[in-house]
Protein backbone atom coordinates (compact mmCIF):
# COMPACT_ATOMS: atom_id res chain seq x y z
CA UNK A 1 0.00 0.00 0.00
CA UNK A 2 0.98 3.58 -0.57
CA UNK A 3 0.40 4.56 2.65
CA UNK A 4 1.26 2.03 5.23
CA UNK A 5 0.68 4.18 8.68
CA UNK A 6 -2.72 4.77 7.23
CA UNK A 7 -5.89 4.61 10.20
CA UNK A 8 -7.39 1.44 9.50
CA UNK A 9 -9.91 2.59 11.13
CA UNK A 10 -11.24 5.36 9.11
CA UNK A 11 -10.59 3.53 6.20
CA UNK A 12 -12.91 0.92 7.01
CA UNK A 13 -15.77 3.40 7.28
CA UNK A 14 -14.81 3.58 3.14
CA UNK A 15 -18.42 2.45 1.65
CA UNK A 16 -17.41 0.67 -2.07
CA UNK A 17 -18.78 3.11 -4.82
CA UNK A 18 -20.75 5.09 -2.32
CA UNK A 19 -21.20 8.96 -2.13
CA UNK A 20 -19.11 9.61 1.13
CA UNK A 21 -16.84 11.64 0.69
CA UNK A 22 -14.00 9.66 -0.71
CA UNK A 23 -11.02 12.23 -0.41
CA UNK A 24 -12.14 13.40 2.84
CA UNK A 25 -11.77 10.48 4.18
CA UNK A 26 -8.88 9.34 2.58
CA UNK A 27 -6.83 13.06 4.11
CA UNK A 28 -8.38 11.50 7.54
CA UNK A 29 -6.30 8.36 7.69
CA UNK A 30 -3.23 9.71 5.87
CA UNK A 31 -2.85 13.38 6.12
CA UNK A 32 -1.71 15.13 9.49
CA UNK A 33 -4.71 17.21 10.84
CA UNK A 34 -6.97 15.45 8.27
CA UNK A 35 -9.63 17.22 5.42
CA UNK A 36 -9.87 20.23 8.11
CA UNK A 37 -5.75 20.99 7.89
CA UNK A 38 -5.88 20.35 3.99
CA UNK A 39 -9.03 23.03 3.97
CA UNK A 40 -7.67 25.21 6.22
CA UNK A 41 -4.12 25.65 3.62
CA UNK A 42 -6.71 26.25 0.44
CA UNK A 43 -6.07 26.09 -2.87
CA UNK A 44 -3.91 24.32 -4.33
CA UNK A 45 -3.11 22.12 -1.92
CA UNK A 46 -6.41 19.35 -2.67
CA UNK A 47 -4.87 18.95 -5.96
CA UNK A 48 -1.70 18.64 -4.82
CA UNK A 49 -2.40 16.30 -2.56
CA UNK A 50 -4.78 13.94 -4.98
CA UNK A 51 -2.27 13.89 -7.24
CA UNK A 52 0.58 12.48 -4.52
CA UNK A 53 -2.39 10.08 -3.65
CA UNK A 54 -2.72 9.16 -7.41
CA UNK A 55 1.01 8.39 -7.20
CA UNK A 56 1.76 6.61 -4.69
CA UNK A 57 -1.70 4.82 -4.64
CA UNK A 58 -1.58 3.99 -8.34
CA UNK A 59 1.16 1.32 -8.71
CA UNK A 60 -1.34 -1.09 -5.71
CA UNK A 61 -4.10 -0.86 -7.30
CA UNK A 62 -5.03 -4.45 -9.60
CA UNK A 63 -6.49 -3.28 -12.48
CA UNK A 64 -8.60 -6.38 -13.07
CA UNK A 65 -9.54 -7.42 -9.89
CA UNK A 66 -10.17 -3.96 -8.46
CA UNK A 67 -14.00 -4.35 -7.01
CA UNK A 68 -15.17 -1.06 -7.43
CA UNK A 69 -18.02 -1.21 -10.08
CA UNK A 70 -17.62 2.43 -11.27
CA UNK A 71 -13.70 1.71 -11.43
CA UNK A 72 -14.62 -1.56 -13.80
CA UNK A 73 -17.09 0.69 -15.92
CA UNK A 74 -13.88 3.40 -16.13
CA UNK A 75 -12.06 0.62 -16.88
CA UNK A 76 -13.72 -1.13 -19.23
CA UNK A 77 -15.04 2.00 -21.14
CA UNK A 78 -10.97 2.79 -21.77
CA UNK A 79 -10.21 -0.64 -23.12
CA UNK A 80 -12.76 0.05 -25.58
CA UNK A 81 -10.97 3.19 -27.07
CA UNK A 82 -7.98 1.92 -26.87
CA UNK A 83 -8.72 -1.41 -28.80
Known amino acids: MGYP ?4 DVLDRYLQDSACGTWELLADAVHAGGVAAIR ?9 IKHEWAEKIGPFMSLN ?4 PSFGKFRDGLSRLVS
Do not use: D, M, T, V
Open 65 to 68: QNAS
Open 40 to 48: KAGWPLPGQ
Open 5 to 8: RAKR
